[in-house]
């Protein structure tokens, strides 16, 4: 028999989590009961407090103020008959039972948005988005499942979210992660098939900072600064996969014209935008690639210089976001050019510990592994 609980019995205040939940199961059990391996039923409390009683009202309104959900594995199951949401414009928004959700998580980004993706805060949000979009609710929720336009699903979970209490600011970062790699739909022009993950959550964080820059701005010039970095973010990644085939060829010259041309476009980007880390890691990789063409014809002296400002390019990352991984993972990448293996091993492995995903610092440390003969310290 599944154990239930109420967020009354956990905790009085809008912020408790699952963990709460395992402690107090642990109370009522006599030992921690694990959510996600047993299957129980959580009856969630939804109380914000008066300090966003009128962000909720701006911004929507859902049904009911508590759920009840059943957990298994990965994927959470709502058990009541509906939950509906009416956002600002009045579109109602409804997530039938048995609605699959997640939490507030997106697999196409490499670092977690929030410490707890089913915090009480976002989870209705979540559950109702997901009936419309995630792909394991496509036969679950037929009626909903990507009837509407994937702008206008996202644009719902952020109001939801902020209906839920989530201050503003956390609320634009977590809609610009879903925005840059939530699913979308019916919109070929913006599929982002063949965007790697370090590259979207270079985007992501780039999109994150400006966010905090900017606490002032709307979230229609939030929309406006994360479709501008779109647009640059996949012209950097198709330069990513070009200049690599080249390399790998090797067509020296053309990686050379490559490399130019993308110089080009982030001189201009930078203008606009110098302290963006996305384009300051993009950066610190150009410097690296061209110390890499320059190593090809035993250019030492260029080789030195180039591999001098991709560190300076990854360090003014580091300053803007000391746990961006990117940054971390490039440092490890010089540090392998220069042939120091320790400095090599111990960003790779900052970097894996912030996003464990990362198949550039998973790379590097393989890589130091092969020239140390198969060994890591320990």
């Known amino acids: 028999m599944p154990t239930m609980l109420t967020a009354t019995e956990v905790d009085e205040s809008k912020n408790f989590k699952l963990q709460d939940v395992r402690n107090a199961g642990a109370k009522v059990q006599g030992r921690v009961r694990k959510c996600f391996t047993l299957i129980c039923l959580l009856t969630l409390t939804w109380s914000c407090g008066p300090r966003c009683d009128g962000q909720a009202k701006i911004h929507g309104k859902f049904n009911q103020d508590k759920i009840t959900v059943n957990g298994s594995g990965d994927f959470m199951e709502l058990q009541d008959q509906k939950l509906t949401f009416l956002d600002s414009r009045q579109v109602k928004w409804v997530a039938p039972k048995g609605t699959l959700t997640d939490g507030a998580s997106i697999p196409g980004l490499l670092v977690p948005i929030t410490g707890d993706r089913f915090s009480s805060e976002y989870l209705k949000a979540a559950v109702v988005h997901d009936a419309y979009c995630q792909e394991e609710n496509k036969t679950r929720t037929p009626d909903q499942y990507r009837k ?3 702008k206008e699903v996202h644009r719902m979970f952020y109001e939801g979210i902020l209906a ?4 503003e600011v956390l609320a634009k970062t977590m809609y610009a992660g879903i925005l840059l790699a939530g699913p979308r739909w019916n919109d070929p022009d913006r599929e982002n098939q063949g965007m790697s993950e370090e590259n979207l959550t270079r985007g992501f964080i780039g999109a994150k900072q400006w966010i905090e820059k900017n606490k002032n701005a709307t979230v229609e010039q939030m929309e406006a600064d994360v479709e501008r970095r779109e647009r640059v973010l996949r012209r950097l990644n198709k330069f990513d996969i070009d200049i690599s085939n080249a390399m790998r060829g090797p067509d020296r010259a053309h990686a050379e014209g490559l490399l ?3 110089e080009d476009l982030l001189k201009s980007e930078l203008e606009k935008s110098p302290d963006d880390s996305m384009l300051l890691n993009f950066k610190g990789d150009l410097h690296k690639n061209w110390a890499k063409v320059y190593g090809m014809s035993n250019r030492t002296s260029e080789v030195n210089a180039e591999l001098i400002s991709s560190e300076r390019m990854y360090e003014a990352a580091l ?5 961006d991984p990117s940054a971390l993972s490039g440092l490890g990448g010089v540090a392998i050019l220069r042939g120091d293996l320790s ?3 111990n960003y790779s492995r900052r970097a894996l510990e912030i996003a464990p995903s990362l ?4 790379r590097d440390l393989e890589k130091v592994r092969e020239l140390r003969g198969g060994g890591l310290h320990q």
Not at 164 to 167: E, R, V
Not at 319 to 323: A, N, R
């Open 148 to 150: 509407r336009t994937w």
């Open 319 to 323: 300053k803007i976001e000391p746990k």
């Open 359 to 362: 198949h550039g610092a998973k």
């Open 343 to 345: 400095r090599a091993e």
């Open 164 to 167: 839920g209490c989530t201050n």
């Open 260 to 262: 130019r041309r993308q």
